[in-house]
């Protein structure tokens, strides 16, 4: 029996195959656009992990203000950790493009060529792929940077910059405006040598030996430096400005303490000279009071005069005698005790006042002491030498390609989850209608003795094929040139990375090839199963339960609409499975959309939002800003996005910048937050939000005061004051300048300068970078729209070709036909997109974070409403197309047909 | 003659698979009567039905309908033709499950000029009660006198019925008879009905017998017997 059934399998193939066809095609490009997105993500993400031993990639990065020394090299190596120096110089070249230089690496991120040979000679140079694509540059060119001409003897990339931007805070690659530039040591010093370029970055690259990434950076932040090392003329004047308010501050103390000593001595000194003092006006009172004994003896008064009788024995004798001359003794040698007293008093000043400076003495000595411990705490002539540290793991530019496929393979496969969903509903559509068309058949078999497990598998096995045919299809397709080979290209058009070897990864081989006849087989199994359940009397009658057609009472009285209404919740199974396939292919288009309108978005709000022409980024800043510049302080802290780590600018600003909409309160936990943190992490004022410094180890928590409609990165205002005051730095500090005009800066002094027009070009990379995946996305979304329409529709036309014929019979005209068969379906399209399209908008708008953790951009995906109507019209467009060629298939259908077949 | 069929010839397939079914038939029916045509199966009268409703189209020959020559006519003609001048009534009743029994008699009277009243038709037909049904929930009698009152609707010149009966027990069959000789009395229907009963043609007015393609013999039936008193169905 099984033979004899099978023979029907090709006619059944020939008589449905324009449906079959469908069907394969929606399976195949299903099929293939997974097995393409997630091979390509799995080509990237296996290709990153095999080459980071072959080139070595590093565990982190960190720059220092000065070179390590060989001391310390020897210090944090000396566990086995390897570290090389990866000191680059920004050259500009002719076309204002930058291109990063670096010496030939040795250990650490060597460099992957494509073609060619590293420099070995003086004006050699390897040049970045990017930037060489970019600017369609080959082996054996020349290129001209920092007013050297370089030859290119190779291209290639490093694993530290595969995603190749200039600064971490940069969201997007700009090929043809930064690139890297791998020369000869020699090379590298004599253009360092040149001057004329930016300040140097000490960055070095490290593998790490027993250590943990946590325990190096403590060796690191472990190292100071002295001023005494710095050789850079800027960083000089900085240290020195620091060091003349401490030498000002120290010569005072100084002074001080000279002082007070020297008043010590001299009071001690003439502490000295107390005893004697004391002594001769002791003998001076006593030769006295001798002589005027001598006196009275003269006068017949033997009496011994002591200082403790004197005053009152002279008193009664004048008091006796009335005599003038011993009253003028009396007062004389009182006069003489008086300046006795009056040494004695001096003298003991003296000597306390000696006691009391030696203690200032002491006193100052300490304060001193104190003092420079002060100084050096407050002028940090010590400088922690470290200036950021990351690891690999933190670095967008390592890794960045394969952290960016991690996000298509899981979107790829969730998609495949979607549409095998879909697929699966729609076969399930067509078996229940094939079931239904041939009960009476099915019914006369089982009559016969054929088993269910035998019809089972004989309308299991045509989808199944198909199902399966599709899957090899879409597979091969996927992996082919065509599939992942495509969507390579822009991961390779991207990102700085070496040509990968392709993978077939056995996961995806299961899921392309074998998941698709798997669940078609199942789909059929439980539906079929279900429908053979019937006697074989009930299948050959062909009956309908009474319960087959909702019963309900319809109010209308126009009979078009009646039957328009019956039918709908007669093919209410088709219906719903072309609304779902409405909304899966909608939910396609809506993401290639919302990705559109992202971008554009970045881009027009970015250069909306860049009121300034000029920033200047201060590596070593001036005392005073510029006086058409408005200083303002800049610190970059992270944030976490779904495991990848993000940069937030904060921005210290006056309270009334010119170039930012944002008024900052004062106080070192408030803050304003910009419109991208609002759009990706939905923070409201009031909420607190915090911001890491992983160099720092240390977390900042703000308060939202306010929502600043800035569209530029993640970004955070502050109050400078506040900032500065929280980040340690002195009250006129600033290290970033916004003009409207180019200012005189030395560029010794400065990181880098960014103009309004780097900014907007930047942005605008997205819209440029994008553009295949939305057109990919919108091409698909439409066809899956298309094929699932075509197919549901056609599927109610052929369940309804019995009823179609009848009226055929009764003499309906073609257009009258369409009322009551393909007018309905106009109602399930128009209110099925109504309802679909902003559902599908919701759901995107939901996962779409999910697309671009790794990206620190707005994300404003409001959509103009015109779009709305567009998406709509577009729908109501292609329906009405789809319609069209369905009339083709109701004309086809014979008025004879009613009188073969028996519904 | 309101029906005029002159040397209609048709043929399937071609080679080895040819086949003519209408050899060259002749015939022809008065209005308002009733005629029957009889013949063993692959005689051909089905596809006589099916050229006189313009179902099927003719290889030579023609076939007038008061007096409108069918030969000839392109698609949307003959739908214009059906919907003007024919009712159907078919063996399995084919009506449409989805619709209750008003809602598919109303399918023919959506398209009709001048329809007759639905709620006479279903009383005359017994319906009323069922008019909110749907064809699942009614027995085979039932099912026909819906179908009946579907092809009665738009009020036919011509009324074709091919094994009206054919799916129907014997009383059932009686009855659906009865209501197609009363439906000929008061409407003046002219009726053509393909059958293999052997005694419908008791009650006809004319009576044709096909055999091979050709017309064997046809004659006027003069002993009109009311389908209520026919012997055995």
Redesign the interface.
């Known amino acids: 029996m099984n033979r004899v059934l099978s023979k029907r399998l090709l006619r059944d193939l020939r008589s449905n195959f324009g449906r079959y066809l469908a069907l394969l095609l929606l399976i195949v490009m299903g099929i293939y656009l997974v097995v393409s997105i997630v091979g390509s993500a799995e080509v990237v993400i296996q290709g990153t992990e095999n080459k980071k031993s072959v080139n070595k990639v590093e565990d982190g990065q960190f720059a220092v203000f000065l070179p390590l020394t060989d001391e310390d090299m020897s210090l944090l190596t000396e566990d086995g950790t390897q570290i090389e120096p990866m000191f680059s110089l920004d050259l500009k070249t002719g076309d204002d493009a930058t291109l990063r230089l670096f010496k030939n690496r040795e250990n650490i991120d060597l460099i992957q060529l494509d073609e060619g040979e590293l420099a070995s000679q003086m004006g050699e140079a390897v040049l970045e792929k990017g930037y060489a694509s970019a600017h369609d540059i080959r082996v054996g060119d020349t290129v001209t940077a920092g007013g050297v001409t370089f030859t290119v003897t190779g291209i290639g990339s490093v694993p530290d910059y595969d995603m190749c931007i200039a600064h971490f805070s940069d969201s997007a690659v700009e090929r043809s405006a930064f690139g890297l530039i791998f020369t000869t040591a020699e090379q590298y010093d004599e253009v360092k040598s040149g001057g004329g370029v930016n300040a140097e970055e000490c960055t070095y690259a490290y593998r790490l030996g027993s250590c943990t990434n946590d325990e190096f950076k403590e060796k690191i932040r472990d190292i100071k430096i002295t001023p005494e090392q710095v050789e850079d003329k800027y960083f000089r004047e900085t240290v020195d400005e620091m060091l003349e308010d401490r030498n000002k501050l120290e010569d005072g103390i100084n002074e001080l303490n000279d002082g007070s000593a020297e008043l010590s001595d001299g009071l001690a000194e003439l502490s000295g000279y107390s005893s004697d003092m004391r002594d001769a006006a002791d003998k001076l009172f006593e030769g006295y009071l001798e002589q005027a004994g001598s006196s009275l003896a003269a006068m017949g008064q033997n009496i011994t005069l002591t200082k403790e009788n004197y005053h009152d024995t002279l008193e009664s004798l004048v008091s006796a005698t009335h005599s003038e001359q011993l009253s003028a003794l009396l007062k004389s040698i009182d006069e003489i005790s008086e300046f006795r007293n009056g040494i004695y008093d001096y003298t003991e000043g003296t000597d306390s006042a000696a006691e009391g400076s030696a203690e200032l003495a002491d006193g100052v000595k300490e304060l001193k002491e104190k003092t420079d411990e002060l100084l050096d705490d407050v002028f940090s002539v010590d400088i922690e030498n470290l200036t950021s540290f990351v690891t690999a793991e933190d670095n967008i530019r390592v890794g960045g390609a394969a952290g960016d496929m991690v996000m298509d393979k899981n979107a790829g496969l969730i998609a495949g989850v979607i549409v095998l969903i879909l697929f699966a509903y729609v076969i399930s559509v067509f078996v229940v209608h094939q079931i239904e068309r041939e009960q009476s058949v099915i019914g006369a078999l089982y009559a016969l003795g054929v088993k269910k497990k035998d019809l089972m598998l004989h309308y299991i096995t045509m989808p199944t094929i198909i199902a399966l045919i599709a899957a090899v299809i879409g597979a091969v397709l996927g992996f082919s040139p065509i599939g992942i080979g495509t969507q390579v290209k822009d991961t390779y058009s991207y990102f700085s990375v070496p040509f990968f070897d392709m993978v077939y990864p056995p996961y995806l081989i299961a899921y392309g090839v074998v998941l698709p006849p798997v669940i078609c087989a199942l789909v059929n199994a439980f539906v079929i199963n279900k429908k053979l359940s019937k006697t074989a009397l009930s299948l050959m009658k062909n009956e309908q339960s009474a319960g087959s057609y909702k019963q309900f009472t319809l109010k209308t009285k126009s009979f078009p609409k009646v039957f328009a209404i019956r039918q709908l919740v007669r093919e209410s199974r088709s219906a719903v499975t072309m609304v779902i396939g409405m909304l899966v292919s909608i939910i396609v288009i809506m993401l290639g959309l919302d990705c559109y309108v992202m971008c554009c978005g970045v881009r027009d709000y970015t250069a909306l939002d860049t009121k300034y022409e000029y920033q200047y980024l201060y590596k070593y800043p001036e005392k005073t800003a510029p006086d058409e510049g408005e200083p303002a302080y800049i610190e970059t802290l992270t944030i976490d996005c779904m495991g990848y780590t993000l940069d937030v600018s904060v921005i210290g600003i006056d309270g009334e910048s010119r170039f930012f909409d944002a008024k900052p309160e004062k106080g070192k936990t408030k803050a304003v937050i910009n419109s991208s943190l609002v759009e990706r992490y939905g923070y409201k004022v009031g909420d607190r939000v915090i911001f890491s410094d992983p160099a720092a180890d240390a977390d900042y928590s703000f308060t939202v005061t306010g929502i600043s409609e800035y569209s530029v990165g993640f970004t955070v205002f502050m109050d400078i004051g506040s900032m500065r005051e929280l980040f340690g730095r002195d009250e006129d500090y600033f290290n970033t300048v916004y003009s409207d005009k180019e200012l005189d800066i030395d560029e010794g002094r400065l990181y880098s300068v960014n103009t309004k027009e780097d900014v907007e070009r930047s942005a605008s990379v997205y819209v440029k970078l994008m553009l295949s995946l939305v057109r990919t996305l919108i091409i698909a979304g439409t066809i899956i729209f298309c094929v699932v329409m075509y197919l549901m529709m056609g599927v109610m036309i052929d369940r309804s070709a019995m009823g179609i014929s009848l009226i055929k019979i009764f003499g309906y005209r073609p257009k009258e036909i369409r009322a009551l068969y393909l007018n309905g379906n106009l109602f399930v399209v128009a209110v099925g997109a109504l309802i679909a399209v902003p559902i599908a908008k919701k759901i995107v708008d939901m996962i779409f974070p999910m697309f671009i953790p790794n990206v620190a951009c707005s994300m404003k995906l409001a959509f103009p409403w015109y779009l709305y109507l567009i998406i709509y019209a577009a729908v109501i467009v292609i329906y009405t197309i789809i319609n069209r060629l369905l009339i083709g298939k109701i004309k086809k259908i014979s008025p004879a047909e009613v009188l073969k077949n028996r519904e | 003659m309101y029906l005029e069929v002159k040397d209609v010839k048709k043929s399937y397939g071609s080679d080895t698979s040819y086949i003519q079914v209408l050899k060259g038939i002749s015939t022809g029916l008065e209005r308002g009567k009733m005629c029957v045509i009889q013949g063993t199966s692959g005689s051909g009268k089905?596809t006589l039905l099916?050229c006189i409703?313009g179902?099927?189209t003719m290889d030579s020959g023609s076939i007038t309908v008061d007096g409108t020559e069918i030969f000839g006519m392109k698609p949307?003609q003959l739908?214009?033709?059906?919907?003007?001048n024919?009712g159907?009534i078919?063996q399995?009743y084919?009506l449409?499950?989805?619709?209750t029994v008003r809602?598919n008699i109303?399918?023919?009277?959506?398209?009709a000029e001048k329809p007759l009243d639905i709620d006479e038709l279903l009383e005359v037909l017994g319906l009323t009660e069922h008019q909110?049904k749907?064809?699942?929930?009614l027995s085979g009698g039932q099912q026909q006198r819906c179908a009946i009152a579907r092809a009665l609707v738009?009020n036919p010149k011509l009324l074709l019925c091919?094994e009206p009966t054919g799916a129907l027990d014997s009383k059932t069959s009686r009855d659906i008879l009865v209501l197609l000789e009363q439906i000929n009395e008061k409407y003046g229907t002219t009726m053509l009905i393909v059958t293999h009963n052997n005694y419908i043609k008791n009650m006809v007015h004319k009576v044709i017998i096909i055999k091979d393609g050709l017309v064997k013999k046809e004659y006027e039936n003069e002993k009109r017997v009311p389908a209520a008193e026919l012997e055995d169905l």
């Open positions: 089905s099916n409703g179902l099927d949307a739908s214009d033709y059906r919907r003007d024919l159907f078919f399995f084919n449409v499950p989805n619709l809602e109303q399918i023919c009277q959506y398209i909110n749907f064809p699942a929930q738009k091919d």
